[in-house]
T-cell receptor
């Protein structure tokens, strides 16, 4: 069964460092998403991406964040200068349809900022 | 904007007992509604969804959910819980015609006693 894969599964970084989280969405999907979950809190939407551009983003997704689809398979989330409060589980998801809301999620990348 | 409330952070049941996980949503019209499950070390997996029609929805793994417009609820049920059902359960709401991107609740952790 096709699945969304994320790397790394866990990354520890120092405050102020840049981090890139990688995702390989399901191959025939066209819509890509990043969510995050701070420990004990809600799963929060960060950004959606379609046709090589951001289609929607939340207020969390500020100038420190960027997304990219550098080739035909990868979808990355970059945090330019990490802060302590960026520590969270980051989930990548993809979907094949715009208006169903049915997303397929990866296992998540846990980011710990020290 | 839509929102979701899952009032129970933890639910503990005995194996074989029935289960009901609560979900209340806020949205001005009939939303898209979802339940996702996250087993330890895995990504979120869709259990079931409601778009329209029959308000009782059947999902995978023996789960069902009922959409009650009058109560703005979409509670998840299972008649007999198995130890393997221990996981985190997330309710999510999407807005047809608006921001289709699912908004998640904070999740309910299900603990199953033998």
């Amino acid at each position: 069964e096709p699945e969304v894969t994320q790397t790394p599964s866990h990354q520890v970084t120092q405050m102020g460092q840049e981090v890139i989280l990688r995702c390989v969405p399901i191959s025939n999907h066209l819509y890509f998403y990043w969510y995050r979950q701070i420990l004990g809190q809600k799963v929060e939407f960060l950004v959606s991406f379609y046709n090589n551009e951001i289609s929607e983003k939340s207020e969390i997704f500020d100038d420190q964040f960027s997304v990219e689809r550098p080739d035909g398979s990868n979808f990355t989330l970059k945090i330019r200068s990490t802060k302590l409060e960026d520590s969270a589980m980051y989930f990548c998801a993809s979907s094949d349809a715009l208006n169903t809301g049915e997303l397929f999620f990866g296992e998540g990348s846990r980011l710990t900022v020290l | 904007a839509q929102s979701v409330t899952q009032p129970d952070i933890h639910i503990t049941v005995s194996e074989g007992a029935s289960l009901e996980l609560r979900c209340n949503y806020s949205y001005g019209a009939t939303p898209y509604l979802f339940w996702y499950v996250q087993s330890p070390g895995q990504g979120l997996q869709l259990l079931l969804k409601y778009f329209s029609g029959d308000t009782l929805v059947q999902g995978i793994k023996g789960f069902e959910a009922e959409f009650k417009r009058s109560q703005s609820s979409f509670n998840l049920r299972k008649p007999s819980v198995h130890w393997s059902d221990a996981a985190e359960y997330f309710c999510a709401v999407g807005a047809p015609g608006g921001s289709y991107i699912p908004t998640f609740g904070r999740g309910t952790s299900l603990i199953v006693h033998p």
